[in-house]
């Protein structure tokens, strides 16, 4: 489940235990010829043997479907690691000549399998099903007219809030960022050990998709060159209002996914949260006895028009190497947009899908196991999925997210301005393309 | 008396033949294959990088690009903070460890001890905790809003530490090295010891030395072999400082992803997915490794080894 992918941190200590001593080892995997081998233009119905590598809960499930129906051809699943980790797991293995035939990208990684050579140009494939996902969805798998991967599922953002609490301190749910500003400052007054929620420094997709609400463009390729604006007015407007609150206490400085955090969340020291679509599974896994306490609203808007991000989401990819890229193409197809994959991929897998017919399918007809009292949960949030909007991602998201963790860590922690933060990261992502040898233009 | 005489009479075929190869064999090949291939693996990737040609989104490729890692590990400043930080690590863990190791060994040994099985073993189980385990359980006596050694400071009406501050963290972060690290080298300077001949004692004893003066004065010179043994592995451990901070990472702000150098080379070769720079700081790491481990020994080989030698 996407929920999964962002705090891989706490496991990654127990998964990279022997690994720093085993670098070399690792490495000497690589090697080989960087070649794209030309289109093949293969039979879809040719007997196959598929690789895919995802790490989608209980896909096995949705995938055993494909195998009954398709004997001939026989998708594997492997689950190899998640988010990032797959990535350069998938790196290495393309390098090394055996890259798997499928891969599950998060949209932000894709720049970083399509430059590295990885990712096929799926343009050919997608003219016949782009209508099939709402324009905000396609984009955050096309880059300069080309498509690399068909979006699995999305995560449109919105606000969760305790309900009981905000009864029992008189709070009125905020629909403007204003609001949720005067808010916070009630809750400060009417009980000094709540606030109303967390700036968290350990997930730069959640703040990233603030920024989408508010406007930002982070990247833009035109021909070849990078235009990058990490510091665009929205971030920084986005940013100057989260950190001036933080600053001055008025909200929580710590970060998510910690036992800190899922304490906070059960015993009500926070008392909303602005999460994504899958935020409700998440609530389900750290606060259980929270149960039928939370409701979910639209995220607080900046202006007029209602708008909002995305947080996570990934998309199926097919590696530019696979030998049976027809058969490999019919699968992607099918797994993304057959309404009976969505239904198996919504039941078992517990993602909100992103084509369309998903978002409308039978299996959303129920609450959330944690929201029962909001029966119509998923008919609003396929209201707000309709307001979502990403932008393009850039070959080095992964830098620049890591430089994000570190530079607001130590912003949050010397109350300093998160505006020059933002800069920094800016500076640090550029500096990164251009080390490189990506054409970047400076905004 | 018959395999003497045979052993006598073959000797001096050893000089030339095969024989000697071919035992050695298996343990060059692995050696060659295991450690000095991946070695010099490294260091070719160290002086490579992926740069980026083509027109569009531009593709990757994988170029010769000379010292230019080496330049900006050593120019990156979070790398260099990382060193220090280490540094600073093994400056506190170290002696405390060491120290409190000599300390229990010294007194477990004495004639009167009591529960002293019992002492040696609660002493030594903290060494069978995983690394990432006794991370996370001090990870949660250290936050603040979970910690229940701040619950019990609150409940007595005094300043509760916090010992994720900045200021604070390092030594929060050495604690759980040395909580780890004390029972095992306990165990080696306590057999250490124990192999000691009991008559020496004796004779301290009857020239009038308490047991302490024997501790310091008697076991303690005699074992400084065992001593010195413990404090380079100590060291070394030290350099390759990893799992602990990076368990704690994600738990609070004050742990950076590149707080030691090994989570800088971890972050660019999976996160950043950077093998060329990992690789390139992973060289300078085991360089800087070698020196000080080379430089210790000789320094103390003639003190502890000298006799021998």
Known sequence: MTQQIHRRGFLKGIAALGAA???????????????????????????????????????????????????????????????????????????????????????????VLIT???????????????????????????????????????GPMMLYYREDLFQQLGLTVPTTWDEFADVARQVRQKDAKRYLATFSSGDPGWFAGLAEQA????????????????????????????????????????????????????????????????????????????????????????????????????????SSKSSQRAQAEKFVKWLNTDQEALDALIAEGGIYPAATKGQSSSQLSKAPAMMPNQPTFFAEAADIAQTARGFNWAP???????????????????????????????????????????????? | MLAAATVRRRRPSRRGGPTPYVLMAPAVVLLVLFLLVPIGYTVYLSLRANRVTGGGLGIRR???????????????????DGVLRMLLYGVIVVPSMLGLALLFALLLDTPRVRFGAFSRIGIFLPYAVPGVIASLLWGFLYLPDVSPIRDTFEWLGLPAPDFLAPGTVLFSVANIGVWGGVGFNMIVLFTALRGLPPEMYEAARIDGAN???????VKVPLIMPAIVMTGIFAMISTLQVYTEPATLQPLTDTVSQTWVPLMTIYRDAFVNADIYSAAAASVVLALGTLAVSVAVLTLLQRRAFGRDR
């Open chain 1, 215 to 318: 406007g930002a463009n982070w990247w833009v390729n035109d021909n070849g060159t990078w235009t990058v604006r990490i510091n665009d007015e929205a971030t920084k407007r986005v940013a100057s209002f989260w950190g001036g609150l933080v600053n001055d206490d008025v909200l929580s400085g710590k970060p998510m996914y910690t036992p800190e955090w899922n304490k906070a969340m059960t015993d009500g020291t926070l008392l909303a949260w602005p999460s994504a679509i899958w935020g409700a599974g998440v609530l389900e896994g750290v606060a259980p006895s929270t149960k039928g306490k939370w409701r979910m609203v639209p995220m607080p808007q900046w202006d007029g028009t209602q708008a909002t991000g995305y947080w996570g989401g990934s998309a199926t990819a097919i």
């Open chain 2, 62 to 80: 994988e170029t010769f690009v000379g010292l230019e890692n080496y330049a900006s590990v050593l120019t990156d400043s979070a790398y260099v």
């Open chain 1, 116 to 154: 590295n050579g990885v990712a096929a140009d799926l343009t050919s494939l997608a003219d016949g099903i782009k209508g099939e996902f709402t324009d905000g969805t396609w984009a955050l798998t096309s880059f300069g007219g080309k498509t690399y991967g068909i979006p699995q599922d999305v």
């Open chain 1, 396 to 443: 080095n998201v992964n830098v620049t997210y890591s430089q994000y963790s570190d530079i607001f860590a130590k912003a949050i922690q010397d109350k300093s301005d998160f505006a020059a933060a933002v800069d920094a990261v800016q500076a640090a992502s550029v500096a990164d393309l251009k080390k490189q040898g990506f054409e970047v233009k400076e905004a």
């Open chain 2, 211 to 217: 047991e302490v003066q024997i501790a310091l004065r």
């Open chain 1, 21 to 111: 001593t085993a670098v070399p080892t690792f490495l000497a995997a690589c090697g080989g010829d960087d070649e794209e081998p030309a289109q093949t233009a293969g039979d879809p119905n040719a007997p196959a043997n598929l690789t895919f590598w995802t790490w989608t809960t209980n896909v096995q499930k949705v995938v055993d479907i494909w195998n009954a129906k398709n004997p001939t051809q026989k998708v594997t699943v492997s689950n190899q690691a998640q988010g990032e980790e797959l990535i350069t797991k998938t790196l290495t293995a393309h390098r090394a000549g055996n890259a798997p035939d499928l891969i599950h990208a998060e949209y932000q990684a894709l720049p």
